[in-house]
């Protein structure tokens, strides 16, 4: 073949290599990324509890100790008026009797009179009373995402986010960013 022939298929052989290279690269660069459809994105709760201590102020009421729990003041006290009253009443036989029976009812009255009393002896205090209350608070700590690809396969994956409609993908597996 001369010179010209040859020099004229090389050139048309270079022409054809570098237009499939640039249709090569240009298909390369028009693929871009991959997406697939998501078909569920499930949010992961955490639920995390924060006990906390609430008090507040009570009015108690205390009875005052009893020194004479048996009563025996009123009911000596109120013998001892009884009888006085009784002896005033009547004369003779009937003074004496009058003074007992003074000094039996006296020391009824005065016993009850005592223990109604030790019963009203009361005084308040302020106690401060303190229950734990839990208080609960759930997050999303992120996502189950169950995504489609264009050959039909699913695929789950977990993911820090909610991606919406679409996911990007670099490999078939591998989920990279959302859309």
Do not use: W
């Amino acid at each position: 073949m001369n010179k010209f022939v040859t020099k004229a298929l090389v050139a048309s052989i270079a022409v054809a290599t570098a237009g499939g290279l640039t249709a090569c690269n240009r298909n390369a660069s028009a693929e871009g990324p991959q997406y697939a459809k998501v078909v569920s994105a499930t949010p992961i709760k955490k639920t995390t509890n924060h006990p906390r201590q609430v008090c507040h102020n009570e009015t108690v009421t205390h009875h005052k100790p009893v020194k004479d729990s048996h009563q025996i003041a009123g009911t000596a006290i109120g013998a001892v008026a009884g009888g006085l009253l009784g002896n005033q009443v009547g004369g003779g036989k009937g003074k004496k009797l009058a003074t007992v029976a003074g000094a039996v009812a006296g020391g009824y009255a005065g016993k009850k009179i005592q223990e109604k009393h030790q019963e009203d002896a009361t005084y308040t205090t302020q106690e401060q009373k303190c229950q734990t209350v839990n208080d609960r608070k759930t997050t999303v700590v992120g996502y189950n995402v169950k995504y489609q690809l264009k050959d039909g396969t699913v695929h789950t994956t977990r993911m820090d986010h909610n991606p919406g409609d679409t996911v990007e993908i670099k490999q078939a597996t591998t989920v990279v960013s959302s859309n």
